[in-house]
Antibody, heavy 119, light 110 residues
Framework: EEQLVESGGGLVQPGGSLRLSCAAS????????THWVRQAPGKGLMWVSR????????SYADSVKGRFTISRDNAKNTVYLQINSLTAEDTAVYYC????????????WGQGTAVTVSS | QSALTQPASVSGSPGQSITISCTGA?????????VSWYQQHPGKVPKLLIF???NRPSGVSNRFSGSKSGNTASLTISGLQAEDEADYYC??????????FGTGTKVTVL
C-alpha cells in the first residue's frame, strides 16, 4: 500500500522548534516531490512548502519563509520539516502529500501530525 | 499569496447539479492549467478529485468535473448525493513557483 506517515508533532511553547517527519512506503519515494500542507483548527487548508524529488528547488509560503526548512533523505524515504520561532498562528495539523511530477498537484496525503503552540 | 476565492457554502438537492467557483488571478489560476480540487469530509484527510483543471484520477466518480475560464476555475458535481456533503478546496500553482489553496466551500445536500 502506498502511504505517507507523519510524526514529530506535539505541544511546544511560543518561540520553540519542532522537526516533523514524513515517512513514505509502498512506492519509489525518490520519483516524487513532497509537499507540506497545514490546517488550523476549524480553518481551511494552507500550502506550506514543497521539495523536488532530488531535494533541489525548495519552495515556501511567504508566511513561513525564513522559519521553516524542508529537506529530504531519499535513503530513508523521509521528508522533514524543521519549524522554528513558532507562534500560536502555527497551531495546526500538518500533512505531507506526494507530489506528482509535472502535474503540479499531490495525490496521496498522510494522516497528519498535530502541532500546538501554547505556553 | 492570498487564498483563492471560493463561495463559503453551496447547497443542492439530491440529483441536482451544483458548481463551485474558484477565482484567482493571472498569476495563478489564469496563468496555468494547474488547478486541482480536493474534497474533505469532516475529520478526514483531503482527497484529490481533479487535477490539471479537468482531469480525474483513477477511481474518482465521473460526477465530478472541472473547467476554467480566465481567472476562474469551477468544479461541478452532477447527480448530487448525500455522500458529497463535504468541504471542497481548489488549489493552484503560481507564478512565484509556489502554490495556493482556495478559501474552501462547504457543500450541503438538502
Amino acid at each position: 500500500e502506498e502511504q505517507l506517515v507523519e510524526s514529530g508533532g506535539g505541544l511546544v511553547q511560543p518561540g520553540g522548534s519542532l522537526r516533523l517527519s514524513c515517512a513514505a512506503s509502498g512506492f519509489t519515494f525518490s520519483d516524487y516531490l513532497t509537499h507540506w500542507v497545514r490546517q488550523a483548527p476549524g480553518k481551511g487548508l494552507m500550502w506550506v512548502s514543497r521539495i523536488r524529488e532530488d531535494g533541489g528547488t525548495l519552495s515556501y509560503a511567504d508566511s513561513v519563509k525564513g522559519r521553516f526548512t524542508i529537506s529530504r533523505d531519499n535513503a530513508k524515504n523521509t521528508v522533514y520539516l524543521q519549524i522554528n520561532s513558532l507562534t500560536a498562528e502555527d497551531t495546526a495539523v500538518y500533512y505531507c502529500g506526494r507530489g506528482l511530477p509535472h502535474k503540479y498537484t499531490f495525490d496521496i496525503w498522510g494522516q497528519g501530525t498535530a502541532v500546538t503552540v501554547s505556553s | 499569496q492570498s487564498a483563492l476565492t471560493q463561495p463559503a457554502s453551496v447547497s443542492g438537492s439530491p440529483g441536482q447539479s451544483i458548481t463551485i467557483s474558484c477565482t484567482g488571478a493571472s498569476s495563478d489560476v489564469g496563468g496555468y492549467n494547474y488547478v486541482s480540487w480536493y474534497q474533505q469530509h469532516p475529520g478526514k484527510v483531503p482527497k484529490l478529485l481533479i487535477f490539471e483543471v479537468s482531469n480525474r484520477p483513477s477511481g474518482v466518480s465521473n460526477r465530478f468535473s472541472g473547467s476554467k475560464s480566465g481567472n476562474t476555475a469551477s468544479l461541478t458535481i452532477s447527480g448530487l448525493q448525500a455522500e458529497d456533503e463535504a468541504d471542497y478546496y481548489c488549489f493552484s500553482y503560481t507564478s512565484s513557483s509556489t502554490y495556493v489553496f482556495g478559501t474552501g466551500t462547504k457543500v450541503t445536500v438538502l
